[in-house]
């Protein structure tokens, strides 16, 4: 008997014996998951994974995302293992492989331009010959690339007290390295360009991906953004710069678009305009000095 709460959900999912059962019963049923009983079960299983998973490693909402993806496309193997494991902690069996979803997923990330290869020749093999914007393909002729170049060089004010981050501009691939080139580039300042992009990638990986822009803005408010003279808006806008925004998808991100040298969608360019706005630029402190 499988139990049906009063939303239609199916509870007792977050037992081996449950979920076996319910999965059992909807690959009976005619039209399998896009039946009645699969969509209760596809629903109860919300309930459950919040039973079942406990760590912080990754965000609820993640999880859950990926256990529903789990069960649904590998239903036949659940229960084929289940009764090959008498006994065993199925739930154990659907976690692990969730798991390996959310890792791929996150390698995916990385590999798809958010840190970068720190070996540019092995990025220039595996994407093309110029996978990576560099100083010479920033044509701006209004701007005297020059001064620019003068400005970029290391290190600078926070050379009197180490950078507190974790991650530092070294560390930085080199898609991440082509959004400071440009920001430098478009007239913000080397320190908050390097520092900034730095603080931004460390906030895009410390927390759930759905909070990363809050993270940016918050920061912004009382953090080390803060410090950098960042405003929140531009921490917000400069996160969708480096991970893509969370209307437009991970494949917004202007460090993809500068890996690739694709055109900017309109979008990509307020984000930019949104962080000339919010942070130091060179041209507003030749006027704070004038």
């Given at each position: 008997?499988?139990?049906v709460d ?20 909807v ?9 009645v ?13 919040a ?19 789990v ?19 199925v739930?154990?069996w ?5 798991l390996?979803?959310l ?5 995916l990330?990385?590999?798809g331009?958010l840190t ?6 092995r990025?220039?093999?595996h994407?093309g ?7 010479e393909?920033?044509?701006w ?28 501009p ?7 390295e082509?959004v400071v ?5 478009l ?8 520092l ?8 895009a ?9 809050t ?21 917000g806008?400069?996160m ?7 209307r ?12 690739d ?15 000339l706005?919010?942070a130091?630029?060179i041209a507003?402190?030749?006027v704070?000095?004038?």
């Amino acid at each position: 008997m499988i139990d049906v709460d009063e939303l239609g959900a199916v509870g007792g999912l977050e037992t081996s014996e449950g979920l076996v059962a319910a999965v059992s019963a909807v690959l009976d049923a005619p039209a399998g998951w896009e039946s009645v009983l699969g969509w209760r079960v596809a629903c109860g299983l919300c309930e459950a994974t919040a039973q079942r998973w406990h760590s912080p490693r990754w965000g609820l909402e993640e999880m859950t995302d990926a256990v529903r993806l789990v069960v649904l496309t590998r239903s036949e193997d659940l229960v084929g293992w289940a009764g090959a494991h008498s006994g065993a902690d199925v739930w154990a069996w659907v976690l692990r492989h969730a798991l390996g979803v959310l890792q791929r997923e996150w390698l995916l990330d990385r590999l798809g331009g958010l840190t970068g290869d720190s070996n540019l020749w092995r990025l220039v093999e595996h994407v093309g010959l110029r996978p990576v914007v560099g100083w010479e393909d920033l044509a701006w002729p209004e701007l005297d690339q020059s001064s620019v170049l003068a400005e970029a060089e290391l290190p600078w004010a926070w050379a009197d007290r180490e950078w507190p981050g974790e991650v530092h501009p070294w560390d930085l691939g080199p898609a991440l390295e082509s959004v400071v080139a440009l920001l430098i580039a478009l007239g913000v300042r080397p320190e908050p360009a390097w520092l900034g992009t730095c603080r931004i990638l460390e906030l895009a990986v410390d927390g759930e991906r759905d909070r990363r822009h809050t993270r940016a803005r918050t920061d912004a408010e009382g953090g080390w953004l803060r410090e950098l003279g960042i405003s929140p808006a531009a921490a917000g806008a400069w996160m969708s710069i480096v991970t893509g925004s969370r209307r437009l998808g991970a494949a917004s991100a202007v460090t993809l678009a500068l890996r690739d040298g694709a055109e900017l969608l309109a979008a990509q360019e307020a984000w930019l305009v949104e962080v000339l706005l919010g942070a130091p630029t060179i041209a507003g402190a030749d006027v704070a000095a004038a």
